[in-house]
């Protein structure tokens, strides 16, 4: 039986893993410690909360007496690692937390894997990274998993630094230890600080659609599905001490993104009341400080060697969480009527 710590799996993407991970490995125990800050939610695994596989800890990855002891009391064979601040905006407005989880909580874990694990290799530590390592992309060329790192926010340079580290245990300790590089996901349970579920959900109520810039930015979106059956296939057929780029080689400017959410969002549930399209509600704001011009993913490497394809287009996944977002109002509604609130009005004003 595969014993498996998930770190942040009450976040966007962990959520999403934890509920692929045990429908596809029956034979699992699954361990999830989040330390639920504003961006984990319990209600996202409300379906599998009482299956007898599933262990919920709360709790922050950065406390080592309480890693170690979970480490000594579900002997785990498997870390996927998600737990991490992961909002770029959030770290330009403050990024001693970032330090805190992405770095100094890295290190923590790779700690107590170090010392549970000793020399064993049939252990694996999967850290969920960032295609935002690798810094910003003129408009040609591609990340590959050799591109020099070059991050430029405090959350990417974060991340970078604990990429760094997990690189670091491999080499130094042996630890087998594998990276995935991922580009932007959407889907079910992202959180509505993000650009799509905030333009999503502002489209819905009528509200202004805060384009940063001239909205010519360039993102590489994959949906969360296809990003977490990656992780799994890494998990289980990815060479030890490797780093694979995930990406779904869906390039798309945000005010492109923008006008297909208000589109669909048009032809779903009819014209705002007062007859116009969506579209009406775009507004060019102050553009993020530092904000890199464009990403984009080289996804050949696990593509060849270990046969992952995304299996959605970016508008069958888009459609997809329109819909989503259509029936889980209320999911939303918890959040944005609580303490986001003070977020996004310093972000976006009244
Ligand atoms: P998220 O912000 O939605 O969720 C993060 C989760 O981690 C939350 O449940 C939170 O409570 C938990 N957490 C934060 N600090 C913690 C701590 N100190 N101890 C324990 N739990 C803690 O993030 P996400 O978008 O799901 O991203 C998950 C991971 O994937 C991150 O490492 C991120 O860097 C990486 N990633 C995200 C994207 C993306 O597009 N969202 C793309 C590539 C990689
Ligand atoms: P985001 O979802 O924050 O992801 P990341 O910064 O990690 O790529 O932003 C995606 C893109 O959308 C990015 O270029 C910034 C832009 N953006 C806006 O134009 N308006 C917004 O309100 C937000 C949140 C993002």
Redesign the pocket.
């Known amino acids: 039986m595969q014993t498996i710590l998930v ?2 799996g ?5 959520s999403n893993f934890v509920r692929l991970a045990l429908q596809q490995l029956p034979a699992c125990r699954l361990v999830n ?5 504003y ?2 939610n319990p209600t996202n695994l409300t379906d599998i909360a009482a299956d007898p596989r599933y262990r919920f800890v709360k709790g ?3 406390d080592a007496d309480l890693v170690a002891a979970l480490f000594a009391e579900e002997s785990f064979d498997t870390v996927v690692h ?6 770029v905006d959030r770290s330009i407005l403050g990024p001693a937390e970032f330090i805190q ?1 992405n770095i100094v ?1 890295t290190f923590i874990l790779l700690e107590a894997a170090r010392a549970a694990w000793a020399s064993r290799s049939d252990v694996r530590f999967l850290h ?3 295609d935002e390592v690798y810094g910003s992309l003129g408009a040609t060329g591609f990340f590959t998993e050799t591109t020099p790192f070059d991050p430029r926010s405090p959350y990417s340079a974060s ?1 970078a630094a604990s990429d760094h580290l997990v690189s670091a245990y491999h080499h130094t300790y042996g630890l087998p230890t594998l990276i995935t590089n ?4 959407y889907g079910p349970y992202h ?1 509505p600080e993000k650009l799509i579920p905030l333009i999503i959900h502002n489209a819905l109520k009528g509200k202004e659609l805060p384009v940063y810039g001239d909205g010519t930015n360039v993102r590489d979106w994959l949906y969360v599905g296809d990003h977490c059956a990656a992780i799994l296939r890494v998990l289980q057929q990815g060479r030890v001490g490797e780093t694979y780029n995930v990406g779904g080689n869906n390039e798309k400017q945000n005010l492109e993104v923008v006008h297909t959410i208000c589109d669909l969002l048009d032809a779903k549930v009819g014209l705002l009341p007062d007859g116009a399209g969506r579209r009406s509600l775009i507004r060019f704001v102050k553009d993020r400080p530092g904000h890199d011009r464009r990403y984009a993913i080289d996804a050949g490497k696990i593509r060849q060697e270990l046969g992952w394809e995304p299996s959605l287009t970016f508008e069958q996944g888009i459609e997809q969480t329109i819909a989503w977002y259509l029936t889980h109002g209320d999911w939303v509604e918890a959040i944005v009527s609580g303490a986001y609130r003070d977020y996004y009005e310093k972000q976006y004003g009244k």
């Open positions: 770190t942040g009450c976040g966007f993407i962990g410690l989040d330390k639920l800050t961006a984990g922050d990855i950065g998600f737990a991490a601040e992961s909002h989880t909580g969920v990274s960032t991340k991922c580009s932007n996901n959180f």
